[in-house]
């Protein structure tokens, strides 16, 4: 069970995507927060896959030249 406090402006917007949809405002509630978790967790994955790819062991170009057998 949650609880929320909503300014009266949200409130009343969201009282009336209620009547207009035939919906409960937990309805939307809930529907809202889903979307908000499921956009951080995204945004936290991307930033440690930055950070891994970011501290990963560099190669030097040359080194990769000479392993893979390109030429100038």
């Keep these: ?3 929320i ?3 009266r402006e949200i409130e009343a917007r969201l009282e009336r995507l ?12 809930r529907e809202a ?5 499921e956009d ?3 945004f936290y994955l991307a930033e440690e896959r930055i950070k891994r ?10 080194d990769l ?3 893979h057998g390109v030429a100038d």
Excluded: C
Excluded at 33 to 37: G, N
């Design 53 to 62: 790819f970011r501290d990963a062991r560099s190669i030097p170009l040359d």
């Design 5 to 7: 406090r909503l300014p």
């Design 65 to 67: 030249i000479r392993r």
């Design 40 to 42: 951080l967790e995204d």
């Design 33 to 37: 927060i889903v979307e908000y978790l």
């Design 18 to 29: 209620a009547r207009k949809t035939g919906r409960s405002k937990s309805h939307y509630a």
């Design 1 to 3: 069970m949650l609880a």
